[in-house]
């Protein structure tokens, strides 16, 4: 069965500096997608970014980059340059090739410092 | 990014009532919707996966007659928690994919239900 951890239940970090969010995934199979989401204090769900299982590159969206190890099974989210607004929850998610069904972790709530 | 919209985003009723939550795919056509509960402080829970057209797929240990889920049209999908009680309070949370390039779930507002 497919699962995702995410071991850090909150993290503090100080504006304008660097955070990595750590995600840990478990499957057998051999195409997948991991994403990762942000959940602000409203509760809407935003994408922020998207990294393929045969995707040789980290992706990366402006200030959020995923930093993919395979052979390890993680993806964690890097937040470069942290801003007042990133202060939310943050969500994992790996999605089944096969039924389009998404696994999420238990999320990271982050605080960011002025 | 394409847009789902959820409908109400809060609402309360009293307990025995049934309470209808609408998800709709305002740009695009969704063959298939997610439907997720969150409780305070804790992830999302796949509640039924919504196929266009057909019955929805439960995850096991919910309801299906509890929860029903119809998906009439390419572009909305129901939620209805029928006869609800103060346990069925709960964050729920609809999505929709294009299936489409790196097929991300685009989640609607969510819709926080209180049952007294």
């Known amino acids: 069965a497919q699962k995702i951890t995410q071991t850090q239940p909150g993290m503090f970090v100080q504006e304008k500096e660097a955070v990595t969010l750590d995600c840990t995934y478990d499957t057998s199979d051999q195409s997948y997608g991991l994403f990762w989401y942000k959940q602000p204090s409203s509760g809407e769900m935003i994408f922020l970014i998207y990294q393929g299982s045969y995707d040789e590159q980290n992706a990366t969206e402006g200030r959020y980059s995923l930093n993919f190890q395979k052979a390890r099974k993680s993806a964690n989210l890097v937040i470069s340059a942290s801003q007042l607004g990133d202060s939310a929850m943050y969500f994992c998610a790996m999605r089944d090739s096969g039924t389009y069904k998404y696994i999420f972790g238990t999320g990271t709530r982050l605080k960011v410092l002025a | 990014g394409a847009v789902v919209s959820q409908h109400p985003s809060w609402v309360i009723c009293k307990s025995g009532t049934s309470v209808k939550i609408e998800c709709r795919s305002l740009?695009?056509?969704?063959?298939?919707m997610f439907w997720y509960r969150q409780f305070p402080k804790q992830s999302l829970m796949l509640m039924a996966t919504s196929n266009e057209g057909s019955k929805a797929t439960y995850e096991q240990g919910v309801e299906k007659d509890k929860f029903l889920i119809n998906h009439a049209s390419l572009t909305l999908s129901t939620l209805t928690v029928t006869s609800a009680h103060p346990e069925d309070s709960s964050f729920y949370i609809c999505?929709?994919?294009?299936?489409?390039?790196?097929?991300?779930?685009?989640f609607g507002e969510g819709s926080r239900l209180t049952v007294l």
């Open positions: 740009d695009f056509q969704a063959t298939t």
């Open positions: 999505s929709a994919t294009t299936l489409q390039g790196p097929g991300e779930l685009f």
